[in-house]
């Protein structure tokens, strides 16, 4: 069974950084395609930043230059490095993975991920 397991959310002030782990069981990272989403109080979750399975990574516009998705195939982990944090940035924050054999740029980020996490919370004050 798939497991994906959230972790390094926690509340920051704004401008201050913050890092997320997402560690799998029961799942290889390597030769995957895997991504980062959130979801703000009272609003729709949305794509946050993806990575394929040889490494090519995209972002929304949002986040784009301030936060860096990574992994670390011996660890099974994968990373989401956050700068710059605004009260924008504030929500839940899920690991997705896709089965294999789904192709990484479907029309929505959000098809073909057969596994998530529970999520891990960030909040950012001013």
């Known amino acids: 069974q798939v497991q994906l397991v959230e972790s390094g959310g926690g509340s920051v002030q704004a401008g201050q950084s913050l890092r997320l782990s997402c560690t799998a069981s029961?799942?290889?990272?390597?030769?995957?395609?895997m991504a980062w989403f959130r979801q703000a109080p009272g609003k729709e979750r949305e794509g946050v930043a993806r990575i394929d399975r040889i490494g090519k990574t995209t972002y929304a516009d949002f986040v784009k230059g301030r936060f860096t998705v990574s992994r670390d195939n011996a660890k099974n982990t994968l990373y989401l490095e956050m700068a710059g944090l605004t009260s924008d940035d504030t929500g839940m924050y899920y690991c997705?993975?896709?089965?294999?054999?789904?192709?990484?740029?479907?029309?929505?980020?959000?098809?073909?991920?057969?596994?998530w996490g529970k999520g891990t919370l960030v909040t950012v004050s001013s």
């Open positions: 029961g799942y290889t990272t390597e030769a995957s395609c």
């Open positions: 997705a993975a896709r089965a294999a054999g789904y192709s990484c740029y479907a029309q929505s980020v959000f098809d073909g991920m057969a596994y």
